[in-house]
């Protein structure tokens, strides 16, 4: 069993930054596929970033060029750093690992202030 435990989330101001990490235990993070997703208030969940266990990426469109997912396999460990925050991306981050089956974590709430 997997358990995520996500951390980094806050209250910034717009065009400020913030770091989410989000710790694996219980499994070996390099084996699998990890992403960041986000949920508005009244919104549907999201995926904001992904990253596969070869390193290959992929953003959604509005986070592309903000943000940047990594990963550091030593530490079983994935991140996401997001530059240049918007109010539009006020949520809770939640950080998902997987590949046939999908862990997820609690979830983190960023708030970005105009």
């Known amino acids: 069993q997997v358990v995520l435990e996500e951390s980094g989330g806050g209250v910034v101001q717009a065009g400020g930054s913030l770091r989410l990490s989000c710790r694996a235990s219980g499994g070996t993070l390099s084996t699998y596929y990890a992403a960041w997703y986000r949920q508005a208030p009244g919104q549907q969940r999201e995926l904001v970033a992904l990253?596969?266990?070869?390193?290959?990426?992929k953003f959604a469109d509005s986070v592309k060029g903000r943000f940047t997912i990594s990963r550091d396999n030593a530490k079983n460990t994935v991140y996401l750093q997001m530059n240049n925050l918007k109010p539009e991306d006020t949520a809770v981050y939640y950080c998902?690992?997987?590949?046939?089956?999908?862990?997820w974590g609690q979830g983190t709430q960023v708030t970005v202030s105009s």
């Open positions: 990253i596969t266990s070869g390193g290959s990426t």
């Open positions: 998902a690992v997987g590949s046939n089956k999908w862990y």
